[in-house]
């Protein structure tokens, strides 16, 4: 029993730490890729089943297949990093995915010709357009559904963090102050100065302009309802509609001196506020 418990002791800080270290994604990546492999490969030829009578291991198949992966895998990943620092940082939506799926399979395309081409003249094969075509085919679809797979969990929590758990840093002169999303009501100007105002009240003048904060914010959180004020949908407590298709927007927060008591949104903008606040 001696000997037993330590080695029972050590195997479970191992695993955890395994878990909780940064190496664990790629892990997780490294592991969706390799079971996808073992499918597609015994799914590809009958003799390939496990169950039939002249099975044998597709050895041949399994490794083209992890090739083939590490470099869409390098190819997906190389616009995951530009697309996370471009987009989706910043929002995560439909269209957004769609272009960088799209842009990956496109430069998988670029990709998977020339390796094709190069991979037919070392083995002495020819080159076929027919067989080139289904393959690109074939290895798009697999590429979406593997993409798919490995970066799900990463938009997803994107996407949490996006709406959420996000956070700003406003800077004031010397003083640096952290706000989450869900604490800041809106933002306004007011002789040149951009205010943060947060849900219990509290106002902190920032060395942001308007236009800087609706480039870096969260738009479907905050929406810029004019020129004065970027105001959080959360914040929002009552819409009224007031003379030529204009609204007016009162806040659930209020503040001394009724800068932001009442928002005007002018009738050009006022669809996309709907569609925004709804």
Avoid at 3 to 26: D, E, L, M, R, Y
Avoid at 128 to 139: M, Q, R, S
Wanted: charged share 20%; with cysteine.
């Amino acid at each position: 029993m001696s000997k037993t418990g330590p080695t029972k002791n050590t195997i479970k800080p191992f695993w955890h730490t395994v878990i909780s270290s940064a190496a664990w994604p790629w892990f997780q990546k490294v592991l969706v890729v390799a079971i996808f492999s073992l499918i597609v490969n015994h799914l590809a030829s009958r003799d390939s089943f496990p169950d039939g009578d002249s099975y044998s291991f597709p050895l041949e198949g399994f490794l083209s297949s992890i090739f083939l992966c590490i470099l869409i895998g390098i190819i997906a990943e190389l616009n995951f990093k530009y697309y996370k620092k471009k987009h989706f940082s910043k929002k995560v939506e439909i269209v957004t995915i769609v272009w960088f799926m799209a842009s990956t399979l496109g430069c998988t395309t670029l990709m998977y010709i020339p390796v094709n081409i190069i991979l037919n003249i070392v083995t002495g094969g020819q080159t076929e357009l027919y067989y080139l075509v289904i393959g690109l085919l074939i290895t798009l679809v697999l590429s979406f559904i593997l993409i798919g797979l490995l970066y799900a969990q990463d938009l997803y929590n994107l996407y949490q963090l996006s709406i959420k758990d996000a956070e700003i840093t406003i800077e004031s002169g010397a003083k640096t102050t952290k706000l989450t999303y869900e604490n800041i009501a809106c933002f306004y100007s007011e002789n040149k100065i951009v205010y943060a105002v947060q849900n219990a009240g509290k106002i902190i003048n920032t060395d942001f302009t308007l236009n800087e904060l609706e480039e870096r914010l969260n738009d479907q959180l905050f929406l810029r309802a004019n020129r004065q004020i970027i105001i959080h949908k959360d914040a929002v407590d009552q819409i009224e509609k007031i003379e030529n298709g204009k609204l007016r927007v009162r806040l659930k927060t209020s503040i001394e001196n009724n800068a932001i008591e009442e928002i005007t949104i002018s009738r050009y903008k006022r669809k996309a506020f709907m569609d925004w606040i709804s």
